[in-house]
């Protein structure tokens, strides 16, 4: 499978250069030439097989080309050594529990398929370190460390925002060494985004180290996200619930939706989707206007979800042609003030006895108010409540349990390079790597 960029401007790069570039030259990012339809006897059956049955098959449909179907189904079932159940919360409400892997956030899943992949094709081609850049407002950085820890060959950058991200979140990818080295940026998300995005174009870094993108934008990050919608179809199907189905995803640089999407156009049925922001509503109003204006990003309780010019967008505009009606016809929007954040937590918290996370809620509130008549809906539970405890805590009342995975990584000591929003000074400090 060859991969095209979205500004069409950079030659057709294989998986492998996709991969291992992230951004394509002409800082488009790269969508796959083709997407395979899956046949319908696949959609007949899906409710007999297993999450890992499922994702290998929707993996063969985007890497079967390129990798062998026992090579890529090892990757597959190594990455879900977790599962993504749905879980009732409300009449016709259900939500899809993505944080049941090491981190506690739907990131694992990219992250562990990417780290595995990328191994793949360094140790076929025994070539020198490959280092992963990777800006985040929380949970793609923990993620992407916790998924490329331990691996040989690969270093991995983490720029962060001060002071941006929470204590928890910060102690998933400060406290692991070896491979790891946390960057913590005087700015914010975007900040971090356009350090990473410039040292991929600078001539001088390139030729001293070789470098690669874990973001959201990394098809072997955002493509094995739509394994778990595939997943949630098939078990709610097997509940008899799957006619008229809506997903709804909280949003910020829009990976996870533009993943559903993807199954989307490969046979999934899934009658509609939602795409449910906090106050970074710059895909709103594009979706109410037909303009795209990005904004400078907005703080919020849903943090993870703070972002200004969602990168994905691009995707989504691609894979709808352009076409803004295309675009409404299948996808609807929604925006939600921290207010609203906490009113909804309580309110499914008093109601259904369910703990929502700041994210998760806003994907929760976007169903209350959108479902129609006769459907049923679906929205990612993109972390566990309990990576932002004290928020949730104090917004509910609650003294919600920590998991052990998580309390481990508090127990670390802190360690990370701290670097103003200048490129300067990020080029000088990699330059000595
Ligand atoms: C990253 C993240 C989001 C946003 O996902 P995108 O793919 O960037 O749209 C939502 N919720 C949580 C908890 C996240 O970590």
Redo the contacts with the bound molecule.
């Keep these: 499978m060859r991969y095209y960029s979205t500004n069409k401007k950079a030659p057709m790069a294989t998986l492998h250069e996709a991969v291992v570039k992230g951004l394509a030259s002409d800082r488009g990012l790269y969508m796959p030439e083709r997407i395979k339809p899956l046949p319908s006897s696949f959609f007949d059956n899906i409710d007999n097989l297993s999450f890992q049955d499922i994702a290998c098959t929707v993996a063969d449909a985007f890497f079967g080309e390129d990798i062998p179907a026992d090579d890529l189904c090892r990757i597959v079932c190594d990455t879900l050594a977790f599962d993504c159940p749905v879980v009732k919360v409300d009449d016709n409400i259900y939500a899809l529990e993505l944080f049941h892997g090491p981190t506690l956030?739907?990131?694992d899943v990219g992250a562990r398929f990417m780290a595995r992949l990328l191994q793949y094709f360094i140790r076929q081609e025994g070539q020198e370190r490959v280092n992963v850049l990777v800006a985040t407002s929380?949970?793609?950085g923990s993620a992407v460390a916790n998924g490329f820890l331990g691996v040989e060959g690969i270093h991995v950058y983490v720029l962060y925002p001060k002071g941006k991200v929470s204590r928890i979140q910060e102690s998933q990818f400060t406290t692991l060494g070896q491979n790891i080295t946390a960057i913590e940026v005087d700015g914010v998300f975007d900040d971090c985004q356009a350090l990473v995005k410039q040292a991929f174009l600078d001539p001088d870094l390139n030729a001293h180290m070789r470098l690669t993108s874990a973001n959201?934008i990394n098809v072997a990050r955002f493509l094995p996200q739509a394994f778990y919608y595939f997943n949630a179809y098939a078990r709610m199907k097997a509940l008899g619930k799957a006619e008229n189905m809506v997903m709804c995803v909280?949003?910020?640089?829009?990976?996870?939706?533009t993943a559903g999407l993807f199954g989307h156009v490969m046979g999934l049925p899934i009658s509609r989707f939602i795409a449910a922001n906090n106050a970074n509503d710059i895909f709103y109003q594009y979706l109410q206007t037909g303009v795209y204006t990005p904004q400078p990003t907005k703080q919020t309780l849903?943090n993870?979800?703070d972002?200004g010019d969602?990168s994905?967008f691009a995707r989504v505009y691609d894979l709808y042609g352009g076409s803004h009606d295309a675009i409404t016809a299948y996808v609807s929007g929604a925006t939600y003030s921290d207010d609203d954040i906490r009113q909804t937590m309580r309110d499914c918290y008093s109601n259904t006895g369910y703990v929502l996370?700041p994210?998760g809620a806003c994907g929760y509130r976007a169903l209350r108010e959108q479902l129609k008549e006769g459907e049923t809906g679906v929205f990612c539970e993109?972390?566990h409540p309990a990576k932002f405890k004290e928020k949730v805590d104090d917004i509910l009342g609650t003294d919600i349990h920590i998991p052990q995975r998580l309390a481990e990584f508090m127990k670390g000591e802190k360690c990370s390079i701290a670097l103003s929003r200048r490129f300067d000074d990020f080029k000088a400090f990699l330059l000595k790597e």
């Design positions: 956030a739907f990131k929380g949970d793609t959201s909280p949003s910020g640089n829009f990976g996870n939706i849903a993870a979800m972002v969602p994905n996370d994210h993109t972390a």
